[in-house]
């Protein structure tokens, strides 16, 4: 074989290889990022109203630690999966008294449940029911894994009132967008 043909087809097979490699290290990398940061979740239900609709499609990712108000997704022993708002964290005490939230003792704002309370005003009804940590679950504290979780929609919400605190080790990840419907896309928290 004459040297320049020889000089062609390495070429060639080296190209090829160079794909190949790109592509084997491209298909590697979109299953870590579909396994770890961007994870697509479906929302059912109406309990997150006016932050989640549903038929919303959201991704959440599994490397950040948990903080007060994020959005999580949590898997219930019973096999239900769940998305709620985090509201009480491990070691604290969770209480609310004329639709404030009490975090050991002290007052913290929820801005995020403005939208929801609004159009409410004909109905005295509490948004959120007063109740305290120790009424529900028989507990003053959170445990050391434990996270208080509500949905934002409070009067149509199955969460942490009703079946207690989520551990840790059932948290699947934080959600972190909205994507679909496009008109619903937004960053959250």
Request: glycine letters at 8%; zero cysteines; aromatic letters at 10%.
């Amino acid at each position: 074989m004459p040297p320049e043909k020889r000089a062609k087809l390495t070429k060639v097979w080296g190209r090829f290889w160079l794909i190949v490699k790109l592509t084997v290290v491209a298909i590697a990398l979109a299953f870590v990022i579909r396994g770890f940061l961007l994870i697509p979740v479906p929302v059912v239900g109406n309990s997150m109203e006016n932050t989640l609709s549903q038929g919303d499609m959201v991704t959440m990712e599994r490397i950040s630690s948990v903080d007060r108000f994020d959005i999580i997704v949590f898997q219930e022993p019973d096999g239900r999966i769940y998305i709620k708002r985090v509201i009480g964290l491990p070691g604290e005490s969770v209480s609310y008294q004329n639709d404030q939230l009490l975090i050991d003792g002290e007052i913290v704002a929820e801005d995020f449940l403005t939208n929801n309370q609004q159009g409410d005003t004909a109905s005295n009804a509490p948004y959120t029911t007063n109740f305290t940590l120790e009424e529900l679950t028989g507990s003053t504290t959170l445990g050391t894994n434990q996270y208080f979780v509500l949905g934002d929609n409070r009067r149509a919400s199955k969460d942490s009132r009703s079946f207690g605190a989520v551990s840790g080790d059932n948290i699947l990840g934080i959600v972190r967008l909205v994507y679909y419907p496009i008109q619903h896309f937004k960053w959250l928290h």
